[in-house]
């Protein structure tokens, strides 16, 4: 380069204006206008913003757990009532955990158990094996529907489903309210 070149480049960098101005809505996430409209009659009810949370946790049973990550929460000044505002996640409790937490569940879980499970097992394979072949009186399509919603096995399904005399409905519940 020559030094005629130099100055050139030297003046262009120096004429580029600073972006010293940030978009403050680019920043924020885009509301709609409804939630827009949400969070106005939620202020007029007394609800004030709560900051310093960043991530929220709500675990149900069957190891599913919904994160809300960088949520924006109100919290009413006269009553224990939150709202939460943010994009729900469906996290696996399993997956999320170290193996060492897991354990520790399992443990917690497995405390009222008594020390010698090891003929268990055995045992409950046998009775697995004899509900399996003593499917009659039941229909398929009934066994294959508890089996879906409640999310047990074939062979629960079909004790359940004897149980409330094959009412589905009954025989989902009681393997759902366990």
């Known amino acids: 380069m020559t030094e005629e070149q130099k100055t ?6 120096e004429d580029v204006p600073e972006q010293t101005s940030v978009n ?11 939630e827009k409209k949400a969070r106005k009659v939620m202020q007029k009810k ?10 929220i946790s709500v675990i149900r049973k069957r190891s599913a757990m919904f994160s809300i990550y960088s949520p924006d929460v109100y919290k009413n000044a006269g009553s224990d009532t939150w709202i939460v505002f943010g994009e729900a996640r469906v996290d696996n409790l399993n997956r999320s955990m170290n193996p060492g937490a897991q354990s520790a569940m399992r443990a917690a879980a497995g405390a009222g158990a008594s020390a010698a499970p090891a003929a268990a097992p055995a045992a409950a394979v046998t009775e ?8 009659a009186g039941v229909a398929s399509q009934d066994i294959e529907l ?10 629960e399904a079909v004790k359940a489903l004897k149980d409330s005399s094959n009412d589905v409905v009954n025989a989902i519940m009681e393997l759902t309210m366990k």
Not at 8 to 13: I, K
Not at 24 to 34: G, R
Not at 128 to 135: G, L, S
């Open 128 to 135: 697995v094996k004899a509900e399996e072949a003593d499917e």
């Open 24 to 34: 403050p809505s680019a920043s924020q996430k885009q509301q709609s206008v409804a």
């Open 8 to 13: 050139v480049v030297e003046q262009v960098v």
């Open 146 to 155: 508890v089996v879906a919603q409640a999310g047990c096995t074939r062979a």
């Open 46 to 55: 007394g609800f004030e913003q709560v900051t310093g949370i960043t991530n």
